[in-house]
């Protein structure tokens, strides 16, 4: 489900190098979700969702230092639109994919998948496009610390 293409790539490699990771634990969650052989699998579905909640933090942390540091003008909305996303996934009804488990963590899943892949493309990507006119312009400023 979760497949990584050369277009989400930034460029950046330490940004890249997350989004890859969200990925894999994306899969991972996929995978427990439509295991067959389960019936009951719910602490550890609880357990992926929270690599996820934790990873998608630290990421996005990361995503935001690197994008304050380099002074992307974008960096303001961005931080709202992660915002945004952490306060969904830490608000997942957990008595909901208790009830349901394999419908209720794909669905959870096309949410995430959908959320990452049009937040790369459509917002993150204007980071690599900011940081290439820095290297044009001969230009990569840093924020004095």
């Known amino acids: 489900m979760f ?10 490699k330490r940004i890249d190098d997350e989004h890859k990771k969200l990925f894999e634990i994306g899969n991972s969650i996929y995978e427990l979700a439509t295991n067959k052989n389960r019936v009951d699998y719910f602490d550890e ?4 969702i929270d690599d996820l909640k934790e990873y998608t933090v630290y990421h996005f942390e990361d995503e935001e230092k690197i994008m304050d540091m380099y002074e992307y003008p974008g960096y303001r909305e961005q931080k709202k639109v992660h915002d945004k996303f952490i306060e969904k996934i830490q608000n997942v009804d957990l008595e909901e994919i208790d ?21 790369i493309i459509g917002m993150d990507l204007k980071i690599k496009d900011y940081f290439e006119s820095l290297k044009l312009n001969g230009t990569v400023k840093k924020k004095e610390r």
């Open 3 to 12: 497949d990584w293409k050369d277009e989400y790539s930034c460029g950046i």
């Open 45 to 48: 579905i609880l357990n992926s």
């Open 99 to 119: 009830e349901n488990q394999q419908e209720a963590v794909l669905k959870l899943l096309d949410f995430v998948y959908n959320w990452i892949t049009n937040h």
